[in-house]
């Protein structure tokens, strides 16, 4: 929780700074490693959404599935590997996506 509130603080103050989608990506790792699925994934789409050319994207995309997989959403989760592939086909994130599609 203390990481989780740092990271609100840094956005509050900071809501423009060139890290601010790191910020909300680290958000939704909290609540990921929590297992608060439905509080992640409201973290990561956040980062999606307002940062799409952020340099987290891919691993929010990826983390999104992540998160439909460990809610059961095995469909969902899916869609969410194949557009990391599809967008952004030579990242880390995409071969992870490519393992979690496979398993």
């Known amino acids: 929780e203390a990481a989780y509130a740092a990271l609100s603080d840094f956005l509050a103050r900071w809501p423009s700074h060139p890290y601010a989608d790191n910020a909300v990506y680290w958000r939704g790792e909290v609540r990921y490693a929590q297992r608060q699925y439905v509080q992640a994934l409201h973290e990561f789409e956040d980062v999606v959404h307002r940062y799409p050319d952020g340099n ?48």
Do not use: W
């Open 56 to 103: 987290k994207t891919a691993e929010a995309l990826l983390k999104i599935g992540l998160c439909h997989r460990r809610m059961g959403d095995m469909a969902r989760a899916h869609l969410y590997f194949q557009r990391v592939a599809r967008q952004f086909p030579d990242t880390d994130a995409a071969r992870a996506a490519a393992r979690e599609d496979a398993s």
